[in-house]
């Protein structure tokens, strides 16, 4: 895999629990700014400008970095992790998840979260003069 040029755009759903949780867990040691959250759920997210379509979006978490690199899935979390050169557990799992074996095993877990998703519980929403944000 490339490595990324930040920033990096992660595209999540907002909407769902553990995608969320995991986005902010991101977000929160991101103090170099190197990660825009661009949530897929909002009312005014338009997949227009970019070369995926809603439903594309909507099936696996995506990276797009600085030069306009596409990051799926596996490959997307491959992607955040290198947002954080100083982290010694992200980078032993970015390693890690990159041997031929483990890589695969991941990926095809990874599919299988991204099926049952949609059937995980979701955020509630405050909505607000028609502008909607997730709780954290």
């Known amino acids: 895999m490339q490595s990324p040029e930040f920033p990096l755009r992660v ?8 995608c969320s949780t995991e986005i902010n867990h991101y977000l929160r040691r991101d103090h170099e700014n190197r990660l825009i959250p661009v949530d897929i759920s909002a009312g005014d997210f338009d997949p227009d400008p970019y070369p995926i379509s809603r439903e594309q979006f909507m099936t696996q978490l995506h990276a797009i970095d600085s030069r306009g690199r596409i990051y799926r899935g596996v490959g997307a979390f491959q992607a955040i992790w290198q947002a954080f050169p100083d982290s010694t557990w992200l980078g032993l799992l970015g390693r890690l998840i990159a041997l031929p074996g483990i890589s695969a095993m991941a990926r095809l877990a990874y599919r299988g979260f991204a099926r049952i998703r949609k059937y995980l519980p979701k955020r509630r929403h405050r909505c607000k003069n028609g502008h909607c944000r997730t709780e954290d």
């Open 11 to 18: 595209f999540y759903d907002g909407n769902c629990i553990v």
